[in-house]
Each structure stands twice: as C-alpha cells, then as structure tokens.
C-alpha cells in the first residue's frame, strides 16, 4: 500500500493553486469535476503520491460542509490498494465502519471508497484502486 494522494479542501482551486503550484512549485496535471462527489478536483503529483486539492461545485458538497465547519484543511487520506473490493470486505469483517459499502467511481476513474473517520481516528480516508488501462 502507499499514501495515492492527500485531499486538502480549499473554497477555490485557482487561489489555491497559486500556493501549491506558483509558489511551492508542484505542476497541476489534471483538472475534472467529480460529479458523483460534487468537487472540482486538482492533483499534483508529490514524488510517488499527490496533492489533490477539492472544490465544491454546490451548496450540499461535503466539502462545502467541510469548510463550514474548519474552514478548509486537510479533508481525508487516500491510500492505494490493488483490490478495492477485497480490502474493504477486510474492513467490514473488522467491523470498521465505512461510508461506502461498495466502490464507486472517483477522480481519473479510479475506483475508490471513503471509511468513516470514526474508525480511523477521526481521519477520513479514502481507498483508491488505480484505473490500470
Ligand atoms: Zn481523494
């Protein structure tokens, strides 16, 4: 396994990218709006991870709610699997609570789903298992 990328909400990506990429220097390769999530989504590649930086697209995005109440920060931690389907089946025989059951389609159309912070300490985390076409 390893760290795929860190979600860091931000209310713009544009304002946002004038940190990430004008002045610490990381190049932002893709941009897409997640529908399914309601974000507009920005990464940049940090060595053999990202920075994926999130917008809301509408007033009901978790990450509108997010930055309600924190203002921005960091929003979850994705980390690789190679089966999605396999680790969470792991999680649930833990009995780790998990906001998706099943996977859905994420950014790059990565299949990826969220465990819920109360089973991590308060982080939420996503699982990601890379599109390899
Ligand atoms: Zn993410």
Known sequence: MKINHLG????GIDEALKFWADA????????EVVEDQKVRVAMLPLGESRIELLEPTSEDSPISKFL????GGIHHIAVEVEDIEAALAKLKRAGAR????EPRIGAEGC???FVHPAAANGVLLELVQENKQ
């Open 111 to 113: 299949l990826v789903a």
């Open 68 to 71: 309600e109440k924190r203002g």
């Open 24 to 31: 610490l220097g990381l190049e932002n390769v893709h941009i």
């Open 8 to 11: 860091i909400a931000t209310k």
């Open 98 to 101: 998990l906001i998706d059951e």
